[in-house]
């Protein structure tokens, strides 16, 4: 199998790791104190809250896993498919989430929790954006099962087995993505307040409107004579379908 990853795949998971950490980081230093971009915490939390009788974080707390779940919604409808290909629509996702966030800003300027909700189902809707790639698992809003790869691969080398050094690497960048993130968004709160989201924002436009060109671009090679698709798997065929 082949373990070289196209070069569109290493900076998109990069960024939009960093995208995530920066909004749940801002959300989680917000005057709620949220994590966003994850929902194992919000359940452990909603099952606190549930215990103790607090009915009003129980209906925070549930409306916010809903928010998550309503952006892996919209990302099916528009993606269409489980599977990292080159020629998805990811460039319409990407300015939907960034338009997302944006209109989050006044939401929480105004201590509302619609803000969170927001920002809660951008998230959604970019971790459902893909789910694998050549077997290798994406995942850019949360880092269990990119710490759990690391685990094993680790395991394996002390084992003598052979290394799954795609996988390894593309949990590496994501989890420095997502910490350099969080940095910054911790950064841009306290310097910008809640207007730290545009950040993140016009990095999400960025991501796809880079997205759109480089998919433009290896499309237009693989009209030419004598062409095969690369590993990015985006046959032409598939390009005309989905667009």
Same mark, same amino acid.
């Given at each position: 199998?082949?373990?070289?990853?196209?070069?569109?795949?290493?900076?998109?998971?990069?960024?939009?790791?960093?995208?995530?950490?920066?909004?749940?980081?801002?959300?989680?230093?917000?005057?709620?104190?949220?994590?966003?971009?994850?929902?194992?915490?919000?359940?452990?939390?909603?099952?606190?809250?549930?215990?103790?009788?607090?009915?009003?974080?129980?209906? *925070? +707390?549930?409306?916010? $896993?809903?928010?998550?779940?309503?952006?892996?919604? @919209? #990302? %099916? =409808? !528009? &993606?269409?498919?489980?599977?990292?290909?080159?020629?998805?629509?990811?460039?319409?996702?990407?300015?939907?989430?960034?338009?997302?966030?944006?209109?989050?800003?006044?939401?929480?300027?105004?201590?509302?929790?619609?803000?969170?909700?927001?920002?809660?189902?951008?998230?959604?809707?970019?971790?459902?954006?893909?789910?694998?790639?050549?077997?290798?698992?994406?995942?850019?809003?949360?880092?269990?099962?990119?710490?759990?790869?690391?685990?094993?691969?680790?395991? *394996? +080398?002390?084992?003598? $087995?052979?290394?799954?050094?795609?996988?390894?690497? @593309? #949990? %590496? =960048? !994501? &989890?420095?993505?997502?910490?350099?993130?969080?940095?910054?968004?911790?950064?841009?709160?306290?310097?910008?307040?809640?207007?730290?989201?545009?950040?993140?924002?016009?990095?999400?436009?960025?991501?796809?409107?880079?997205?759109?060109?480089?998919?433009?671009?290896?499309?237009?090679?693989?009209?030419?004579?004598?062409?095969?698709?690369?590993?990015?798997?985006?046959?032409?065929?598939?390009?005309?379908?989905?667009?």
């Amino acid at each position: 199998m082949n373990t070289r990853l196209p070069r569109w795949v290493w900076v998109g998971a990069i960024s939009l790791a960093g995208i995530a950490g920066m909004v749940n980081a801002v959300g989680f230093l917000g005057f709620e104190h949220m994590a966003v971009s994850h929902v194992t915490g919000t359940t452990t939390q909603l099952g606190t809250a549930l215990a103790d009788g607090d009915w009003r974080s129980v209906r *925070h +707390l549930w409306a916010v $896993l809903i928010a998550f779940s309503l952006g892996a919604v @919209l #990302s %099916g =409808l !528009i &993606i269409q498919d489980s599977t990292l290909r080159l020629g998805r629509r990811y460039g319409v996702a990407l300015a939907l989430e960034a338009a997302l966030l944006l209109a989050a800003i006044p939401l929480f300027q105004r201590q509302q929790l619609n803000g969170a909700l927001l920002a809660a189902m951008a998230c959604g809707l970019q971790n459902a954006m893909v789910t694998t790639y050549s077997g290798a698992v994406v995942r850019t809003t949360h880092l269990s099962g990119m710490f759990t790869d690391l685990g094993i691969g680790l395991g *394996h +080398l002390l084992r003598g $087995l052979p290394m799954p050094m795609r996988r390894l690497t @593309l #949990s %590496g =960048l !994501i &989890i420095s993505g997502f910490l350099c993130g969080g940095i910054l968004g911790t950064w841009g709160f306290r310097a910008f307040g809640y207007h730290a989201l545009a950040i993140p924002a016009a990095l999400t436009g960025a991501t796809g409107i880079g997205y759109v060109i480089y998919r433009n671009h290896a499309l237009r090679l693989l009209r030419q004579p004598g062409s095969t698709p690369d590993d990015s798997g985006a046959p032409e065929r598939e390009h005309r379908r989905e667009g």
